[in-house]
Nanobody, 123 residues
Framework: QLRLVESGGGLVQPGGSLRLSCAASGFTLDYYAISWFRQAPGKGREGVSCIRSSGESTNYADSVKGRFTISRDNAKNTVYLQMNSLKPEDTAVYYC????????????????WGQGTQVTVSS
C-alpha cells in the first residue's frame, strides 16, 4: 500500500518545539518533492513548507520563516519539519504530501497525502 504517515504532533506550550516526521510506505521518496500543509479549525488548508526531491531547494510560508526547518533523509525515506518558537496560531492539523520532483502550492497536483497529525500550541 502506497502511503505517507505523519507523526510527532502533540500539545506544546508557546515558545516550545516539535519535530514532525513524514514517512513513506510502499514507495521511495527519492524522486518526490514533499510539502507540509496545515489546516486550522474553521480555516482552509495552507502551505507551510516544501523541499524538492534533490533536497537542494526549500521554501517556507512567511508566517513560519525563521522558525520552521524542513529536511529530508532519503536513506530513512522520511521528511522532517522542525518547528521552533511555536505560537498559538500554529495550532492545526499538519499534513505532508508528495508530488514528483518540484514543489507546488497547488494541492491538487500532489499524488500522495498523509492522514495528518494534530499540533496544539497552548498554555
Amino acid at each position: 500500500q502506497l502511503r505517507l504517515v505523519e507523526s510527532g504532533g502533540g500539545l506544546v506550550q508557546p515558545g516550545g518545539s516539535l519535530r514532525l516526521s513524514c514517512a513513506a510506505s510502499g514507495f521511495t521518496l527519492d524522486y518526490y518533492a514533499i510539502s507540509w500543509f496545515r489546516q486550522a479549525p474553521g480555516k482552509g488548508r495552507e502551505g507551510v513548507s516544501c523541499i524538492r526531491s534533490s533536497g537542494e531547494s526549500t521554501n517556507y510560508a512567511d508566517s513560519v520563516k525563521g522558525r520552521f526547518t524542513i529536511s529530508r533523509d532519503n536513506a530513512k525515506n522520511t521528511v522532517y519539519l522542525q518547528m521552533n518558537s511555536l505560537k498559538p496560531e500554529d495550532t492545526a492539523v499538519y499534513y505532508c504530501a508528495a508530488r514528483v520532483a518540484s514543489c507546488s502550492g497547488y494541492m491538487g497536483t500532489y499524488t500522495y497525502w498523509g492522514q495528518g497529525t494534530q499540533v496544539t500550541v497552548s498554555s
